[in-house]
């Protein structure tokens, strides 16, 4: 298996446009989760999903922000608009019921400029 | 609530030392499970090593260990033989079976000295 595929790897955008991050989960996992890494906050969890379900979006910071994940193999965070405080490393993860432990991506590198 | 707290924000080590990272935690839970990752500056986070509570025998992956304390919350993680390539941020995390969630601690730089 590839692990948790995210794209891209790094994203540049002007405040006010609309930023979509990509991941997709490693195949037969049926959790998935998005963080947000900042050296202010640490890792926090903004959203994760059950079978392709939202569970919890109580991390989400406001309405800009947006997740769906419309089948198991693919999932999106839509920022709009990105604001310069949401530059951060954004992080997707996968993992089953039984298999302890998050398999994370590689990560997105926001800058909103 | 559950809290992950590492005490360390940064240590430094020589090579083919051995150095102890901290974490403490809290929880009215019986059964969870610990972890710790590492993350180094290409910035994958990656399992590092996990515990059960419920095992009293402390887990171990090659140079790494754990000496995990139940009673006084504590789950720490020793590196052997440091090597450079352990230079990383190293994050304590606490997982609930049915929570299905972590929480981190807000993680220890550990760079490794030649």
């Known amino acids: 298996d590839a692990g948790v595929i995210q794209s891209p790897r790094h994203e540049v955008t002007e405040m006010g446009q609309e930023v979509t991050l990509r991941c997709k989960p490693i195949s037969g996992h049926d959790y998935l989760f998005w963080y947000r890494q900042t050296m202010m906050r640490g890792l926090e969890l903004l959203i994760y999903f059950n079978n392709n379900v939202p569970i919890d979006d109580s991390g989400m910071p406001e309405d800009r922000f947006s997740a769906k994940m419309p089948n198991a193999s693919f999932s999106t965070l839509k920022i709009q608009p990105s604001e310069p405080r949401d530059s951060a490393v954004y992080f997707c993860a996968s993992s089953s019921r039984g298999d302890y432990g998050y398999t994370f991506g590689s990560g997105t590198r926001l800058t909103v400029v | 609530a559950q809290t992950v707290t590492q005490s360390q924000p940064e240590m430094s080590v020589q090579e083919a030392e051995t150095v102890t990272l901290s974490c403490t935690y809290d929880?009215?839970?019986?059964?969870?499970?610990l972890f710790w990752y590492k993350q180094p500056p290409s910035r994958q986070m990656i399992l590092v090593i996990r515990?059960?509570?419920?095992?009293?025998q402390n887990a171990t992956e090659n140079r790494f260990s754990v000496n995990f304390q139940k009673a006084a919350k504590s789950f720490s993680l020793k590196i052997s033989d440091s090597q450079l390539g352990d230079t990383a941020m190293y994050f304590c995390?606490?997982?609930?079976?049915?929570?299905?969630?972590?929480?981190f601690g807000t993680g220890t730089s550990l760079t490794v000295i030649p």
């Open positions: 995390a606490f997982m609930t079976p049915t929570g299905n969630q972590f929480y």
């Open positions: 929880t009215s839970e019986s059964n969870y499970y």
């Open positions: 515990q059960e509570a419920y095992k009293q």
